[in-house]
């Protein structure tokens, strides 16, 4: 890696900086190419003719239409090597991004509930991570999200399930159907997961009010709040984000297509971090929403002015130190990433 010039532009350092994503359901990265490869190799029949008329449907009014494709999508992932290959496909973009650490979020109960087996799904994720490792020197990590849309009982028993790999994923998380569906309704199931020594985030404060995430910090004692945007409505609770130094997994590029901010350019992810916040800024769902984690990034700086060089490193070092891994790998691409800004700043 060489120093960055005075005259680099903004959008090369942007590339170029590594950095870690911390919110991107492995679903989600599924691009219309692979769901009709997998949906010919498994036999599974879609509702589409074509590549381009499933991507003509991906114009979403709000979360829950967006979740109904999302599942539909997922339906043609039946074996161990189908959750290869996605995950590795996401691996492959990330590598392109210099994304030097990864944690993915995957939805079980999404494959469960179709009769795939846990064990199928978390071995062909598992698989992939070894791989990228080995092969693309990009650490990951696991974190099983429960659909917040299904019961208590059901999370539960999706829990019962993931035991006996326990040692395959380091968290649990919250995500699907925000409104109508808070925090509280998990408070058992996550301090059950606390107990199990696993790491705590949820989605809070998407569409949800900033309520929810108040009760994600009180209930669920999340470490990380995914999206969050909302919490502006509630400046005591900014000021709570802020002192306990919460992160925040901002999603820009989601933001704008499931229609939480009209455009990039009301995007707040500039004012958190100038309110003291600690933001990151991850791609959620690529293959859906018009990007992957670097597209994010151009396309946010290039709509708010404010951001520049010293916002990059402030966002790239948040998602090292906001990340759940020992201090050692923290401050190694911390020097990784002081090397690659250089007399910048
Ligand atoms: N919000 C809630 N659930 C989700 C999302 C999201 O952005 N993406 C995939 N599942
Ligand atoms: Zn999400």
């Known amino acids: 890696m060489t120093t960055l010039t005075h005259h680099e532009p903004l959008n090369a350092l942007l590339r170029r900086m590594p950095k870690a994503e911390l919110h991107i359901h492995i679903e989600g990265s599924l691009e219309p190419e692979l769901i ?20 003509a449907a991906y114009a979403f009014k709000d979360l829950q239409s967006f979740l109904d494709i999302y599942y539909a999508g997922a339906s043609v992932l039946l074996k161990e090597e189908d959750f290869f290959d996605m995950a590795w496909a996401y691996f492959e973009r990330a590598a392109a991004d210099n994304i030097v650490h990864a944690e993915l979020f995957f939805d079980p109960q999404t494959h469960t509930e179709r009769g795939v087996p846990f064990e199928t ?60 569906h808070p925090p509280s309704k998990f408070e058992r199931v996550f301090a059950r997961c606390r107990d199990l020594g696993l790491h705590i985030v949820a989605h809070a404060g998407e569409e949800g009010p900033p309520e929810y995430i108040e009760e994600a910090l009180d209930l669920l004692k999340v470490e990380r709040i995914d999206h969050g945007v909302r919490c502006v409505e509630k400046p005591e609770l900014v000021q709570r984000l802020v002192r306990e130094r919460m992160p925040l997994t ?11 901010f009209d455009r990039l350019s009301d995007h707040n992810l500039a004012a958190l971090l100038e309110q003291g916040l600690v933001a990151t800024v991850n791609s959620d769902d690529p293959a859906y929403f018009g990007g992957y984690l670097n597209q994010n990034f151009i396309e ?40 690659v800004f250089g007399a910048a700043l």
């Open 36 to 55: 009709f490869r997998l949906a010919q190799r498994n036999g599974v029949a879609l509702k589409y003719e074509s590549v381009e008329a499933l991507r």
């Open 300 to 339: 946010l700086f290039e709509a708010l002015p404010q951001l520049g060089a010293r916002e990059a490193y402030q966002l790239a070092l948040n998602s090292f130190e906001a990340s759940f891994v020992e201090r050692a790998a923290k401050d190694a691409w911390k020097q990784q990433l002081d090397h």
């Open 250 to 260: 901002v999603c820009p590029l989601s933001n704008v297509k499931l229609r939480v």
């Open 121 to 180: 799904v978390i071995r062909g994720l598992h698989h992939a991570c070894q791989r990228a490792h080995q092969e693309l020197g990009i650490s990951s990590r696991l974190i099983l999200c429960f659909l917040r849309h299904l019961s208590e009982e059901d999370a539960f028993r999706t829990l019962e399930q993931a035991l006996p790999w326990r040692q395959y994923f380091i968290g649990v998380g919250l995500d699907s159907s925000e409104r109508g």
